[in-house]
């Protein structure tokens, strides 16, 4: 059993649980839940990135990286900073982070669109999404087949949540699904945590017509947003190039000026 497949078994674990704690019926009176969700605003001009940057307290392949982060200080930073969105991870064991985080961030701001990012394998999760305030979810082709893609893709858009829809390889993009709009390129391989930007280039050209490209992970310099900025990603998912500075949101600031 490789890493993933070892996150996907405790993921199936960890929902069970969750659907017995706090049935639908009870996600349904959250105050948010299908609520009308915000949507990235992309700039006028295609060459001028979006940065989506990320909240999150450790990884696997990096260790701790900023436990005693504050979400709500992180995202009110962020969001003076100019940022397109704010991806914030939900998983406890793996990336420290909880349904708290995205609670807080969402009480905080209301129109800051959020991305919940977890690895999600069950219609429960995107009700999970709805009902604390997220905007869109993030699905990870290399655990999900097509027909797990179609269905989760059909209830978030149900839910008027948005879909970040995240490959590695050309095989992966073959899952895409047209109820998509954004389409991710994970530059870190998830099982060997190997960062290859030549990822986002390659893929760039096989993407199907009318999704906004997004390139995730492994970027940490201006010079490598504007190259793919120049070869069509109009998006950019950043995390550690932030969390890992003592004010995340003061480098945010900086990147973003001097793109």
Avoid: W
């Amino acid at each position: 059993m490789n890493f993933l497949d070892g996150i996907v078994e405790q993921k199936r674990v960890e929902i069970l649980k969750r659907k017995q704690k706090r049935p639908l019926s009870d996600l349904a009176t959250f105050p948010y839940y299908r609520r009308i969700c915000n949507v990235i605003s992309l700039p006028e001009i295609p060459e001028k990135p979006g940065i989506i940057a990320e909240f999150k307290r450790k990884s696997p392949s990096r260790g701790p990286i900023h436990m005693e982060a504050d979400p709500v200080k992180v995202a009110a930073a962020y969001e003076a900073a100019g940022v397109a969105a704010m991806s914030i991870l939900t998983d406890r064991n793996f990336f420290g982070g909880s349904f708290l985080d995205l609670k807080q961030v969402r009480e905080f701001s209301s129109g800051l669109v959020l991305l919940r990012k977890d690895f999600i394998i069950d219609p429960y999760q995107l009700h999970e999404a709805s009902a604390y305030g997220a905007d869109m979810i993030l699905l990870i082709a290399a655990i999900l087949d097509r027909r797990e893609i179609e269905e989760l893709a059909l209830e978030a858009t149900s839910l008027g949540l948005s879909i970040l829809f995240e490959v590695h390889n050309e095989e992966e993009l073959k899952k895409y699904h047209p109820e998509i709009k954004y389409l991710g390129v994970n530059n870190r391989d998830l099982k060997t945590f190997h960062v290859d930007t030549g990822r986002s280039l390659e893929l760039i050209g096989q993407m199907p017509t009318g999704v906004v490209p997004v390139s995730e992970s492994g970027l940490s310099s201006q010079h490598e947003i504007r190259n793919l900025a120049e070869a069509g990603y109009r998006l950019f998912l950043m995390g550690e190039t932030f969390m890992k500075e003592k004010d995340p949101g003061l480098a945010c600031r900086k990147l973003i000026e001097r793109l």
